[in-house]
């Protein structure tokens, strides 16, 4: 309530005293059963729902009737009324006060701010007529069937009260059933608009009641603004502020939790107390949370508590409600009622349907998924609950006549709340079924049914080695296979199925666009997946991952739209803006111009005057005088001191014009003609006129005082005094111009982390697309697009490493540390809880570490690049060894390219190896040989041209080199490029001297190259790292001439791949062309070009590998060359070949 009224209803103005439930309160208060009757209430709702877990409808009407009952028995009996007083004293506005924060923040902390952003000026639309539509229809209803005598102002506001849609039950029946998320965020933010409104408008009634006599057009317009502008603004900085604590690596869970609770009713109390709404501000505070806006799993278990606390206020609000109608007296309680009840049921459902026919065309504007379904099942989604019995005792404090049975606007409201939970929630969920808005799209089951086999894999292979251990030798295991069995089939409801057909000119029909779409929706969830989960590991700092995630679903309702890095970047705004004000500032920065100045020597006041007025103390006289002037400014713009002054400000306003003429008479003395070639001394000789002129003026006004325009004149250039400020701001100018540039390096980091994100994902896209499309068609187009815009991303991942190259080795040295630090935290975590490390141990180490992860928040932004010698420690091969750096530090030179140079063209013969320092070219040519004869590879050619950009560290010419053969591509820089230049005969001549590591170390590291890059699905276990397959021999490359044979032995071979050229199966004669993996059939091989080489990944536990089921599933030959001709087919077609680990 609005005043601190003593009790629900407190009759005002009435000759009785304050009557609670008909029986005057002489007897003593105490509330020593109060708390029993809460913990039982408590502990009866929770058991209720732990017995009907999926009837919370018919939870909150039992409790509904228990409190009918113990408010009927405290009519009656005086030990009962002693019980439940307190709760007949407590004001109805605490109640509001206690239980709505915590259920509000709940419903907008659900909500994806991302997709309601999308949609806001329409859920907004939808609101105000929802609330415009509630009004008109449930207040003419309310004044025509209602026989209480109900005046116009209760009529409005329970009309008001009634129209609440409830932001929780509202949704709650479609999300079990799989809706879209942005179905059921539209109409939560719309049940929240309302109910904020509605709040809104119920304190404007309160306010009126306190101060009657300001309740103006003018007091409501400047409330509206400070509650809704205000209330948002409050919120927004209350959302940082928790963003801050929470994501703090030092916070405790426990104490963030009871911090976080905390916050929640401190904002709301805080707000409310500075006449701003409390319930907006929750609102707009639980919009601006996400996943990301705190510690790694802690808004699982923070979101678990806000339900707990939201089901338990629930259920104490139904019972409360239930017992303030039960202490009424049952004489009105009549037949009439339960008729008022119906038609009130039948009009807020026409009036959620009427605003449903209303808002269609906006819907359908603003999502192309908007169609009639959806208006059916939303025409039902008009669900009362907790806000609107909340407001409910307010329609009778603030009415303007009292009537004598307050508790009947309860009973309507509640009544009708649990009605539309029953048979609203049941007529959603009913429509949405019959009328297929909870089919499961095909790349979603597609999607299912693999996960569905890869589980079931797991389970084999989990058997199959539980078998070999010999404590389970007497376990019945085809009792096992048979329970542990998945058998997992989509509901034929459920499921949606598309007819496949062609035309006669082969072209794809509609349902192939069809089966596109909802994978290009599949795809994004991916994306997005893969956004969150490099944040967690340290990989995307959470200002990038959170632009991604609103850029992706952003994007994702447009039709047809795959996000490109160029959507990304428009979405963000890149960084224009800020060196377009850098460029201004840059420009009206002051610089001294004495370069050109020939000092005379024999004049000596020239000699003088040049030294002043190239002093730094010069300089600072000016600003002294303009410092100095502020004070008579202020005395001429005050009338009453300008009138005690005048005599004063006109000798001070002389001295300062002398001042002015004195300094630009020396400049223009020294400078001459250059004088105005600095706009800042033209701005100080304009300055000078004018005060030259306001002089002057006031010289005539004295001669010509009946003048008037001279006068006005006059006045007018005293006015203009104030630009004799304007020199000031080149004091700000440098300042200024450091924090943009501060800004733009920012910026420039996030740009790039944001890129680094999207091509991440990219990757992890195409890696996983295949599991959710089953046609081939489907499967190449979408890969072509994925690989199109990796393309597309790398490109700009190169110029902008160029742009700032000293940020990003920052950034870049950053994220390093951070992912050591990362990785070491992980084996910290292991060893502790294997019991290595003890309690105390392991938390002093992990305070340590942590402490290291903060102080990277003060690591520098810039760090200079390496010398170029540095840069032979990142060649891979060269194992980071002295010997073999300094031997080719010694032979190694610097190659410069400006844009457009060709570094190495097609065809051609190598010239050597190219270390990229900095910049980028294009590298572009016809499709990758590997060696293999012409003969054998006549279905493999094709004219189409392959395309890929090699920045910072990446090496050009390695193949060719190797093989002493033509390139097969050509290099282009894209911008100007520095590059370590190793000749092909230095070289070899370090194949010579360290003969045969060298040369066998880069084949290694090109055959792991190869290997991730067609075949990273089946070695997604392997570690294979260049240094510990160097170190521990995990993979070996072994050399096969024309010819030559190579037994292939299973038990200490895990993988052998064909790299280069190509291979025949001795027993079989089936050729095999690289790159390809040979299967477990093949037992040896013989090479058949002129150099082959195969990668052997030897196996770690060699007598478990012969009856490894996943090995054997991984290497089926039939699998291999499908998987083979698809990624290659589709390289060729995209032209561009990915390469890991860029």
Not at 444 to 472: C, D, G, P, S, Y
Request: with cysteine; glycine share 4%.
């Amino acid at each position: 309530m609005a005043t601190t009224n003593s009790s629900f209803w407190d009759v005002k103005g009435g000759n009785r005293s304050d009557l609670i439930c008909g029986r005057s309160a002489h007897y003593t208060f105490g509330n020593r059963h109060f708390p029993a009757l809460l913990c039982s209430i408590i502990v009866l709702g929770g058991f209720l729902k732990a017995c009907l877990k999926n009837s919370e409808v018919i939870v909150l009407a039992i409790l509904f009737l228990a409190g009918l009952v113990i408010g009927h028995l405290a009519y009656n009996f005086v030990e009962m009324h002693e019980i439940i007083y307190p709760l007949l004293r407590t004001s109805s506005f605490s109640l509001y006060c206690y239980f709505s924060p915590l259920i509000i923040f709940m419903a907008a902390l659900d909500v994806d701010f991302y997709i309601l952003k999308n949609v806001l000026w329409q859920v907004l639309l939808t609101g105000l007529i929802s609330c415009f539509v509630a009004v008109v229809i449930v207040g003419n209803v309310v004044m025509k069937f209602n026989n209480d005598s109900w005046d116009l102002q209760s009529c409005l506001l329970f009309s008001m009260t009634i129209a609440i849609t409830d932001p929780v039950h509202s949704v709650n029946s479609l999300k079990t059933i799989g809706i879209s998320k942005m179905y059921t965020d539209i109409i939560r933010g719309e049940s929240m608009i309302v109910c904020s409104f509605t709040s809104i408008i119920f304190g404007f009634f309160r306010n009126n009641i306190l101060h009657i006599s300001v309740f103006r057009e003018y007091h409501i317009l400047v409330d509206l603004i400070l509650n809704v502008s205000g209330s948002i603004m409050c919120g927004y900085w209350c959302a940082r502020i928790i963003h801050f604590i929470f994501t703090d690596l030092y916070s405790n869970t426990l104490t963030n939790i009871v911090l976080y609770f905390s916050m929640v009713y401190m904002i709301f109390y805080l707000v409310e107390f500075f006449g701003m709404s409390g319930m907006v501000a929750l609102v707009t505070v639980g919009l601006n949370l996400d996943s990301l806006s705190f510690k790694p799993r802690i808004k699982l278990i923070i979101t678990k508590f806000l339900i707990m606390f939201s089901s338990m206020f629930q259920h104490l609000i139904y019972t409360f409600f239930g017992i303030v109608i039960g202490c009424g007296e049952t004489k009105y309680f009549r037949a009439h009622t339960v008729v008022f009840i119906l038609i009130l049921f039948a009009t807020v459902n026409i009036v959620r349907l009427v605003t449903t026919v209303l808002v269609s065309p906006i819907l359908m504007y603003s999502t192309y998924e908007y169609n009639w379904r959806w208006g059916a099942v939303i025409a039902w989604s008009g669900i009362k609950g907790v806000f609107n019995l909340l407001l409910t005792p307010d329609v009778y404090n603030l009415a303007e006549q009292k009537i004598e049975s307050p508790q009947m606007f309860i009973l309507y409201v509640q009544v009708v709340s649990l009605m539309t939970m029953g048979i609203n929630s049941y007529m959603m969920t009913h429509f949405a079924r019959t009328l297929g808005l909870c089919t499961i799209s095909l790349p979603r089951q597609v999607a299912m049914l693999n996960a569905i086999k890869h589980i079931q894999e797991i389970i084999q292979n989990t058997i199959t080695l539980f078998k070999t251990e010999k404590i389970l030798t007497n376990v019945n295991w085809t009792l096992v296979e048979e329970k542990t069995k998945i058998r997992y089939s989509i509901p034929p409801d459920a499921r949606q199925f598309y007819n496949i057909s062609r035309d006669g000119t082969g072209q794809e029909s509609t349902t192939d666009d069809a089966l596109i779409e909802e994978a290009r929706l599949h795809i994004a969830m991916i994306q997005m997946s893969s956004f969150e989960k490099q944040c967690k590991d340290g990989i995307l700092d959470v200002e990038a991952a959170r632009i991604l995630i609103g850029a992706t679903k952003s994007y994702c309702p447009i039709q047809g739209k795959f996000m490109s890095i160029y959507d990304v970047f428009t979405y963000v705004k890149a960084r224009s803006w800020l060196m377009k004000f850098k460029n201004m500032l840059t420009f009206m920065e002051y610089h001294k111009d004495e370069s050109f100045f020939i000092l005379p020597w024999k004049n000596k006041f020239l000699v003088f005057a040049y030294h002043v007025v190239f002093s730094e103390e010069f300089e600072y006289t000016g600003h002294i005088i303009s410092f100095l002037y502020i004070y008579p400014m202020i005395l001429h713009l005050w009338p009453m001191a300008r009138k005690l002054n005048v005599l004063s400000l006109i000798l001070v306003n002389h001295y300062f014009v002398f001042l002015y003429v004195l300094q630009s008479a020396l400049k223009i003395l020294i400078l001459k003609k250059r004088y105005f070639h600095q706009h800042w001394n033209t701005v100080e000789f304009v300055i000078m006129l004018i005060g030259i002129v306001d002089v002057f003026c006031i010289y005539f006004v004295k001669l010509r005082p009946e003048k008037l325009v001279l006068i006005q004149i006059t006045v007018i250039i005293g006015y203009l005094r104030i630009i004799r400020f304007i020199p000031l701001i080149k004091l700000i100018i440098p300042l200024l111009i450091k924090t943009v540039e501060v800004q733009i390096k920012k910026r420039l980091s996030l740009m790039y982390s944001i890129t680094k994100g999207y091509v991440k994902s990219q990757e992890d896209t195409a890696f996983l697309i295949q599991q959710i499309s089953s046609r081939e068609s489907i499967y190449q187009k979408l890969y072509k697009i994925l690989e199109i815009n990796k393309r597309d991303a790398v490109k700009e991942l190169g110029l902008i490493e160029h742009e700032g190259r000293n940020v990003l080795i920052a950034l870049k040295t950053k994220q390093a540390i951070r992912n050591v630090i990362a990785k070491a935290l992980k084996n910290l975590t292991f060893l502790w809880s294997r019991g290595i490390i003890d309690d105390h141990e392991g938390i002093e180490m992990n305070k340590v570490l942590l402490a290291k992860i903060k102080a990277l928040n003060n690591f520098p932004m810039e760090i200079p690049p390496p010398t170029p010698d540095k840069y032979l420690h990142n060649i891979v091969w060269l194992q980071n060894k002295d010997v073999l750096i300094e031997f080719f530090k010694q032979r190694a030179k610097l190659a410069y390219f400006d844009y457009g140079e060709i570094i190495c063209k097609e065809g051609e013969m190598p010239q050597g190896i190219y270390l990229i320092i900095s910049g980028m070219a294009i590298v572009h040519g016809s499709s990758p040989t590997f060696g293999i004869d012409s003969n054998l590879r006549s279905d493999r050619e094709s004219v189409t041209k392959f395309t890929d950009y090699y920045t910072c560290g990446d090496i050009i010419g390695e193949l060719s080199c190797l093989l002493k053969r033509e390139n097969e591509y050509t290099a282009t820089c894209e911008t100007i490029l520095q590059a370590c230049f190793i000749s092909l005969e230095d070289l070899y001549e370090g194949f010579d001297v360290f003969w045969p590591s060298l040369e066998y170390k880069i084949w290694l590291k090109l055959a792991l190259r190869t290997a991730y890059q067609y075949f990273e699905s089946a070695l997604v276990d392997e570690d294979l790292k260049f240094q510990k397959c160097v170190a521990l021999n995990l993979a070996y490359v072994a050399t096969l001439s024309s010819y030559n044979e190579m037994t292939i032995d299973n038990t200490t071979m895990k993988f052998v791949i064909v790299v280069y050229g190509s291979v025949i199966d001795t027993r079989t004669e089936v050729p095999y062309l690289a790159p390809c993996i040979l299967p477990k059939t093949c037992e040896q091989v013989q090479g058949t070009s002129d150099l082959s080489k195969l990668l052997v990944v030897q196996a770690s536990e060699p007598a478990k590998n012969n009856n490894h089921p996943s090995v054997i599933a991984i290497t089926d030959p039939q699998m291999t060359d499908r998987e083979y001709n698809r990624k290659s087919k589709l390289e060729l077609e995209t032209g561009f070949h990915s390469r890991k680990g860029h």
